[in-house]
């Protein structure tokens, strides 16, 4: 299974995602489980026009 990978062995493709997860945590905190976040999050521009 290729989908979770050690950061370590991230390319540098999937280094934007890495960040927009991050900032996610910056912008709500840490609530301790989905349960707990009242709004709907937002993914940033790049993530929304990503073709799978």
Avoid: C, H, Y
């Amino acid at each position: 299974m290729d989908a979770i990978k050690p950061v370590q062995q991230l390319t540098d493709d999937w280094r934007p995602f890495q960040q927009a997860a991050r900032q996610v945590f910056v912008e709500i905190g840490t609530p301790g489980g989905s349960f707990n976040v009242d709004d709907t999050l937002t993914d940033p521009e790049f993530v929304e026009e990503f073709e799978k």
